[in-house]
């Protein structure tokens, strides 16, 4: 009853006329950078970001968050009427959704998506609101050790998980933990690599981070390459999907949820990974998966649920624990810090109005969205015509005066540009950067919390071990590690 | 096949690593390092550099194993002119103002792309222009001289 009692108080919350507005820019935001590929909502909220600080904290966040689901719903638009990815988390609706367009279903393929998106966004709200007081709840008993073990195991999984090398990954979480670093010390007050520049006394600001490491290095990456669009010529026309449709589709979008939403919850998987194992999952499923690749529903359903499952449930950690389990959801703990609300289980208790009413935005974001992409699905696709030339300088533009706004000094964008040659020679070395972003932002709360642990302890390192959720928390460490590297090496060695 | 270590992939990745984590120890040796029990500013960095210095070498011999080259070529001209525009968007804002400093920086951006057409990003300019007038000028009522410098 309790739940019911503090879905009403969301919901209350979330109908206000000021947070309904921003839901609804956030959604159709979040729409528009998801149907234009090259343009992700990593790099959007990273843009957007200086601006919340002139928002109160519920209405940024939830547009915010608006951003991010929206975006799993506009990528797939892209997906199926271009055969290109709007969002990388699209990539794998391509391949049946581009097939049933070229059959003449277009139609029914983007209303498929946008109807599992849609189930999938309203039970990611549901676990959300019923996992997060119960995590919350028993999170308020974790010391320094636990929240040291904790981190540490979110960022060996985020290391292992995001890309298929886990040397590479962990040494970014190693370098991004060092980026942390700069700045003043809070224990002892003393300026850490700051190179005699006051501005860094201060540490170094997370947009100039983040857009530097996704914006620069991912527009100078899409540079290298020629353009290449063709836009779908033929009408949509017939949205209805048929009731054999709605009878194919159905389990595999509950599967689709159910695997999304783990996966969402994990660090590192992310609604990207999360469409690709459930495609793989729905293919062995099929009772006949050669119809997979020429335009099967279900190919189009189970991905499009499980990503917009895992952008729902990747707010589990992030609000309860204050542990972001992907780069974005290290954008927005970033937002809220600034808005000076420290996340983690307190957020529950302190500003019940940010938590229900987010939750609460999300249902109202993914009804929204249900409407923006399913009617107007005409209006998204004209805009596929604007050529990337005309949106990479724009994108630029707005970095620069969002890096610029947030503290009026000039040194942080000659930092931004600097970082983004560093993010641009690590893509090109293979070296996924969302690992290195995730250490910065956990950086000194990881420093902060191990320090204090072996404080308490009296310099005994044991103490990560005899805490039983402490050891909980390191033997997944190891095992996530052990799960994810072992058998990468072992095909390594048969090739 | 005579691997080619300028271009060597995990090589240059290793490299990389190594340089910084070693960076790293040096520039924390004059932080003091304190005990495992009371950690000095020192300690956590310089911890962090000596790992990330293992991992340097790590990727770096498998580079030298695997002998796997960088794909595609390095975009360093349109990068160049990306960074550029980042600089220079910081550098002339509160010399010359917001509007010159936006049509600046979006010329310098969009030469770094494969096609760039001088009428194109003219009208580019004057759209982007007259927008972030209207929403950061107007709307959110950022403090910066739309013309002229704060000097």
């Known amino acids: 009853m309790e739940l019911f009692h503090n879905l009403v108080f969301g919901f209350g919350v979330a109908f206000s006329l000021q947070n309904l507005a921003y839901c609804f820019v956030g959604v ?46 506009g990528g797939s638009t892209t997906s199926i009427l271009v055969n290109l990815p709007g969002e990388t988390a699209s990539a794998v609706t391509c391949i049946d959704g581009y097939q049933m367009a070229r059959q003449g279903r277009a139609g029914p393929a983007l209303a498929t998506a946008a109807l599992a998106s849609f189930f999938a966004g309203c ?20 010391g320094a050790a636990e929240y040291t073990s904790l981190m540490l195991m979110a960022l060996v999984a985020s290391a292992v998980m995001t890309q298929g090398d886990a040397v590479k990954g962990l040494a970014l979480v190693v370098l991004g933990l060092l980026v942390g670093v700069v700045g003043v010390d809070v224990n002892s007050g003393m300026a850490r690599y700051s190179f005699g520049f006051p501005e860094l006394v201060d540490g170094i600001g997370f947009t100039v981070v983040a857009v530097g490491l996704f914006a620069v290095a991912e527009i100078v990456a899409n540079l290298e390459s020629r353009e290449a669009r063709e836009v779908y010529a033929g009408k949509v026309t017939g949205l209805m999907p048929t009731a054999r449709d709605i009878r194919d589709a159905a389990w595999p979008t509950v599967r689709g949820t159910a695997l999304g939403a783990c996966f969402g919850v994990l660090p590192g998987t992310g609604p990207a990974l999360s469409s690709f194992a459930t495609y793989m999952l729905e293919k062995k499923l099929a009772r006949d998966p ?17 990503n917009n499952a895992a952008a729902q449930t990747a707010f589990i950690p992030m609000l309860t624990l204050g542990i972001p389990a992907s780069p974005i959801m290290a954008l927005m703990l970033a937002a809220l810090t600034l808005q000076g609300i420290a996340a983690g289980p307190q957020v529950m208790l302190d500003k019940p109005d940010l938590f229900w009413g987010l939750v609460a935005s999300m249902w109202i974001g993914n009804l929204l969205l249900v409407v923006l992409n399913l009617p107007l699905v005409g209006l998204w696709v004209k805009l596929l015509a604007v050529p990337y030339r005309w949106l990479f300088p724009s994108i630029i533009l707005f970095c620069c005066i969002g890096n610029y706004s947030v503290s009026n000094n000039p040194f942080d964008l000659y930092l931004c540009a600097i970082i983004g040659v560093l993010g641009y020679v690590l893509v090109k070395l293979e070296c996924e950067p969302a690992p290195l972003l995730l250490g910065y932002v956990l950086g000194p709360l990881l420093e902060e919390n191990l320090r204090r642990a072996l404080l308490i302890a009296r310099g005994d390192p044991t103490v990560f071990f005899t805490r039983p959720i402490s050891l909980a928390f390191m033997i997944a460490a190891v095992l996530i590690f052990v799960v994810m590297v072992v058998p990468a090496r072992a095909t390594r060695r048969r090739t | 096949m005579k691997p080619d270590l300028r271009n060597n992939r995990d090589f240059i990745a290793g490299l990389l690593f190594i340089v910084l984590g070693g960076l790293a120890v040096v520039l924390a040796r004059d932080y003091p390092l304190g005990s495992t029990m009371r950690m000095g500013p020192g300690y956590f960095p310089t911890v962090l550099g000596g790992i990330l210095i293992l991992f340097g070498v790590t990727v770096l011999l498998r580079g030298v194993r695997s002998g796997d080259q960088v794909k595609g070529v390095w975009g360093w001209k349109p990068l160049a002119l990306i960074a550029l525009s980042i600089v220079l968007f910081g550098f002339l804002l509160d010399r010359v103002g917001m509007i010159p400093a936006t049509v600046v920086t979006l010329f310098a951006a969009a030469a770094a792309g494969r096609e760039f057409r001088f009428k194109e990003v003219l009208l580019l300019a004057v759209v982007m222009s007259a927008f972030c007038v209207a929403v950061f000028s107007y709307g959110l009522k950022l403090p910066y001289p739309l013309i002229g410098g704060y000097y």
Do not use: D
């Open chain 1, 28 to 73: 159709a935001l979040g729409t528009l950078i998801g149907v234009l590929p090259g343009v992700g909502p990593l790099v959007t909220i990273a843009m957007l970001f200086p601006i919340t600080f002139h928002l109160p904290a519920v209405p940024a966040i939830i547009m915010l968050a608006g951003i991010f689901y929206g975006a799993q719903y």
């Open chain 1, 123 to 142: 039970v990611g709200t549901l676990l959300i609101a019923l996992a997060g007081p119960t995590l919350g709840e028993w999170a308020l008993k974790f």
């Open chain 1, 290 to 306: 050669s119809r997979f690749g020429r335009g099967a529903i279900e190919g189009v359903a189970a991905p499009e649920a499980a």
